[in-house]
């Protein structure tokens, strides 16, 4: 099969492409890797790693010619740079991690190779997966694989998961994993055309992925549809006891539940989640989607997420006291990089200032200052109760549905340095993502229909608690209803 | 009360006590917590808080808290919160460190301290939390470098606080010896204070008697109990002088200067750092489940108090001497192994006299002595079946403790035996007698106090091994004529 045919596949038709050994793993591995390289321009990619991925393809072709095949043997996935791998430069788009190779591997990617799975390398971030443009991670900005056929400006991916959003959707990987905070796979997927799942809380173990907000911090999978995504979750979900946030819960068969009706299933339309402001092809499009899940059969629910407008300023509250905490340890001392001063104070000031950028810089200052002496209860605990109340206004709307559907994101993709002016303004693209990581819900973006520019719009699907089963079978009935067919302007191979 | 020119001033103390938890792992690590081994050499990543490294509690070192809060009498609180206190040091590799804050482990208790003076004094104790230690600075490895040992961090400690109960520096010590005491017979502290297992933190305030309290300093970082003693005797004496000379004391943190014993400031109150609690979300909040609180309070040991007081009922010591044998716990191990089946006044007395006597002169433990609770105990039976006297037993001690042997092989090797044969002693008697003669005749006029001489003579003329007892009988007998 020449390259450009192969990297049109699918995850779940390149699996059974290789079971039916009509291609070697080396060979889809070695398409892939010309594939990044091609795709070296969107600055996916901060690290390829194409002689390991050669190598993991023969070993993979080893167990499909022994009929061992495991369940993601020779499929060529791309690693968020904020899961540490064993001796793989791992930065999390930070210049302080410089030269960072950790001597342990994240729970998720390991279970990933143990599963077969072939490591193309490690994707472009947010630093320290702080953004939703992937535009302030050290190693530059990544591009959106889609541009405006109007003005052909270099737009960005989202984030923070841009460079594994756009590899996939470039099809420069057949998968990703991404980390979601507040909407850190699902706002990229819904820009760069593809679906990305953020699972529930404790799901998918956090062990070894460098930590931004703890307490919000979801690893999940990012693919070209739907079943791709139900087949990595499968793999890198489990509970991990290093992980003292892991559930302890069975993983289900995620890609067997799919393809059930959804006759008689409550579908959410939260009545709060109509934001002033918001483009009306977006509203439309939520509607649209609507109406597609009425015709599969499901019966749509108008309810009420009384919360919500509090979610975005108790989220940046929580997250950012959080990462202040878990940014502590960049001090120049055991690992990354060091600048030296005269004094330990001084040689902490250099070091943090060269090595952390603007946007971490302020959020760690504004988590700093919503856990100092006197501004405690008035941020961070109040937050903290606001958390409270998301998480039973969710439970409660669960009583009378059985899942949400919302937008994913107030708006498609945007041009790279469009809104870099003002923070709020960028906060504000994760109004419908942050609920759900305050009440740890699972949720997921399925790409649903073009923009009147032309870029990719997402819609959600928010579930209960360890239902991403359901999550996943109304995405799936959205896709097909959707028919999302369209290819972004730059894909490896040219596109077939 | 410290008199001083102005009249009476009450010294008011707390101790923060950190106590290192007895246990193989790290409270939120699988590294080793081995004493002395080479630097960085029981770390792991998660000590030192390697990127995407996460703690997981060790139940183990949850067990050993909950079992010295049983021990202090304390409330067990079934759910407690880990938190994060943050500051920037290179020895704390996190940036902050895990401990707990509003929520701990074990909440009130208290502890009974017996006084020099008989009187019996309790005082409360606030909390009880577990927390992680930070690593070592090594600042003399190199003229201007500092090097950095993390074998410690992480490490479990329980801080143990106070209530400001203690009045004096006295009371402080015999606290710190109580609760060590405590601590080591629940094995869950070795209380070893020159290996840094416990060190103790101070706040102290004086203030007139029946006043309000008043403002206090705090002590950090005492590693001894003598230190902890001159300490508060130093800072109470500085608080006095400068109040009566108008000055107001300041809240502060300071150090004691070992070498000139005296406390200077670390730093004031504005200087104090803001450590920004927050709940670790990291952890979940830690859930006891009470059957196993229950099953740790069924497997206490017998602690001191307890030990005292069955001591003095079932083998009828007096306060003080219960008090000597239960006040390390080996020690009140191997008396009980001596005293059993014996006299108990003659096993506390050979314990607490030529034990301790010559386990002092060696400078050692009794975990060390060279003569073992069986040993002593065979000895004790060879004085009361008449196998040795009690001057000879002497002699035959520090053999014991001199090479190590049973008693019974020293009394037949040097043949220390006692003689009670009646008819060897008596010929002893009248070999001594003849030839005192002049002394006999004095004796008979009324010189009563020769007979002493007489006794002496006899032991010396048997190398000492006559029975005492027959020796007085049958000489009476004689020098009545």
Known sequence: MSDPALLALDLAEARDGLTRRLFSARELAAAYNDAVAEAEPLNAYITPTPERA???????????ARGEALPLDGIPVAVKDLYCTKGVLTTAGSHILHGFCPPYESTVTEKLWQSGAVMLGKTNLDEFAMGSSNTTSWYGPVENPWRRPADNRPLVPGGSSGGSAAAVAARAALAATGTDTGGSIRQPASFCGIVGLKPTYGRCSRW???AYASSLDHPGPMGRTVRDVAITLGAMAGHDPRDSTSAPVPVPNFEAMLGDNIEGLRIGIPREYCVAGMPSEIEALWQQGVEWLRSAGAEPVEISLPMTKYALPAY??????????????????????????????????????????????????????VLSAGYYDAYYLKAQRVRTLIARDF????????????????????????KSGDPIEMYLNDVFTVPANLAGVPAASVPAGLSGDGLPLGLQIIGRAFDEATVLRVAEILERAASFRHLPGFVAGGGS | MIESRTGKWETVIGLEIHAQVVSKAKLFSGAGTDFGAEPNTQVSPVDAAFPGMLPVINRFCVEQAVRTGLGLAAEINSASVFERKNYFYPDLPAGYQISQYLHPVVGRGRISLDMPDGTVREIGITRLHLEQDAGKSLHDQHPTVTYIDLNRAGIALMEIVSEPDLRSAEEAGVYLRKLRSILRYLGTCDGNMEEGSLRCDCNISVRRPGEAL????????????????????????????????????????????????????????????????????????????PDWVERIRVDLPELPDAKKARFMSEYGL?????????????????????VEGRDAKAAANWVMGDLFGALNRLGIGIGRSPVSAGQL????????????????????????????????????AKGLRQVTDRAAIETAIDTVLAAQADKVAEYRAGRDKLYGF???????????KANPAVVNQLLKKKLAG
């Open chain 2, 377 to 412: 105990g065979a000895l004790i039976d060879l004085i009361a079946d008449g196998t040795v006297s009690g001057r000879l037993a002497k002699d035959v001690f520090a053999e014991m403790v001199a090479i190590g042997s049973d008693p019974a092989a020293i009394v037949a």
């Open chain 2, 318 to 338: 007096s306060a003080a001497d219960a008090g000597v044998l239960v006040a390390e716990k080996e020690t009140a191990l191997f008396f009980e192994r001596v």
């Open chain 1, 208 to 210: 070894g992925v460098v």
């Open chain 2, 454 to 464: 007489f006794v002496g003579q006899i032991m010396r003329a048997t190398q000492g």
């Open chain 2, 214 to 289: 008043g403002t206090r300093c705090e002590i950090k970082n005492l590693n001894s109990i003598r230190h902890v003693m001159q300490a508060i005797d130093h800072e109470a004496r500085r608080q006095i002088e400068l109040i009566e000379e108008g000055g107001r004391i300041e809240q502060q943190t300071r150090l004691f200067d070992v070498g000139r014993g005296i406390t200077r400031p670390m730093r004031s109150k504005e200087e104090a750092h803001d450590y920004r609690y927050f709940p670790d979300p990291d952890l979940l909040p830690l859930v006891l489940d």
């Open chain 1, 395 to 418: 439970a409660s709307a669960f009583e009378r549905v059985d899942c949400i559907l919302t937008p994913t994101a107030p708006s498609a993709a945007f041009a790279i340095g469009e």
């Open chain 1, 316 to 369: 940046y509250i929580i997250a950012l006291a959080e990462a202040s905490s878990n940014l502590a340890r960049y001090d120049g001392v055991r690992f990354g990089l060091r600048v030296e001063g005269d004094s330990l104070a001084e040689m902490y000031e250099l070091t943090r200032a060269a090595g952390f950028g603007a946007e971490v810089r302020r959020r760690v200052l504004i988590g700093t200052y």
């Open chain 1, 54 to 64: 050669l190598a993991m393809a023969d070993a993979s072709d080893g167990r499909l």
